[in-house]
């Protein structure tokens, strides 16, 4: 192959079924020559997936594809670029729209497609579909996608809030559906879970432009780390707050791991790192939806490194910590936004503050933070 034609690739993602199809049905009608293909999980626990091909004018083709070590997002990996590989050859197609199923992330396919064939496929942006009015359901949903039949491997531990949520976030482009049941609550969480997201109608034409937009995996990818991720920041609208709550204390472990279940539960959405005393060196990720919370280590902060290290760090790293650095502690701090209707945000600082060392214990140093109790170890370790 001489890799002579570049194939535009943009990704459809989102759990409303029905709007990621109005979304995708939009594409193929308003850009000629698009193409979409999407990979139906929903056969995965029988052992199959099936692919679905199609135009503006209905289905092209229809296959299966066998699960590959009994995940069917490997499966969806191993047969999605060899299909756009041979559309790219056949140079037939204006744009290769990849309509993702119901919980499979953008962020995973979007690396696929930009790792693979980078001289013969363009990832040219990546959309997710929502109705406004099912933001919050999905947020606030904790059963696990097993309970909701949307796992996408015997293994899968997500929950549909946090899957909602990464799938919500990531995507630099939301396609709005009209939703009669919408109100101006759920496009106020909307658009402070996301503000630097850009909103277009689902059936405008303004959807094919966002879709050429053109698309960088590697700043997405660090916009979403808990180092360096853009978080919201503070608002209040139509009954929608997010709180912002950024301390240069680290959090006594013992107290922070009694309050894990209030402070899950006080934001429909919550996010960001932590500084916890008896891991001082380690900058610990927060991800919350749905009552469900999952904290892990995501490496050293900054100021832990020795300087001949730091060439090693992504710029973007290096510049989010300058942005925030602390003459005393570097870049170890707390930084936590909390997003929800009827938010307590009184009552959640001053949760959160009393989980921080006291003075005290603040003083005594380093040395005696790494004594105090483990109480995260359950949690941090079980991996």
Known sequence: ?????????????????????????QLLRTVPGSVALHHDLSAAP???????????SGTLSRGETPLVNDCACCALREDLVPELERMADSGLTRLAVVELWDSVEPKAMAEVVAGYGADRLVLTNVITAVDPALVLPCLANGDDLAEAGLAAAPTDQRTVGDTWARQLEYAPVLALV???EADDEDRALL??????????PAASVELARAAFAGFDVEAAAAAQHPACALLPQEA?????TTL??????????????????????????????????DRPDTLLAWDAAGGALCVESTGPWLASL?????????PMRRAAAALDWHPEHGDCCQHLVFTSP????????????????????????????????????SLLDAA
């Open 178 to 180: 009209d939703s009669e």
């Open 244 to 277: 912002v709550w950024h301390r240069r204390r680290p959090f006594h472990p013992e107290r922070l791991y009694e309050a894990l279940e209030d402070l899950c539960c006080a934001a429909a959405r919550s996010r960001g790192r932590f500084w916890l005393a």
């Open 306 to 314: 020795p300087d001949a290290a730091w060439d090693m760090v992504p």
């Open 191 to 200: 658009a402070q879970l996301h503000p630097t997201a850009r909103r277009v």
């Open 342 to 377: 009827g938010l307590d945000r009184d009552g959640l600082e001053r949760l959160l503050d009393s989980c921080l060392l006291t003075d005290a214990e603040y003083l005594s140093g380093r040395e005696s933070w790494k004594a105090l109790p483990a109480a995260f170890d």
């Open 1 to 25: 192959m001489d890799g002579g034609h570049q194939l535009p690739v943009v990704i459809v993602a989102g759990m409303h079924s029905e709007a990621r199809r109005e979304v995708v049905d």
């Open 236 to 240: 209040d609208e139509a009954g929608v």
């Open 46 to 56: 029988d052992g199959t997936v099936l692919r679905l091909i199609r135009d503006a």
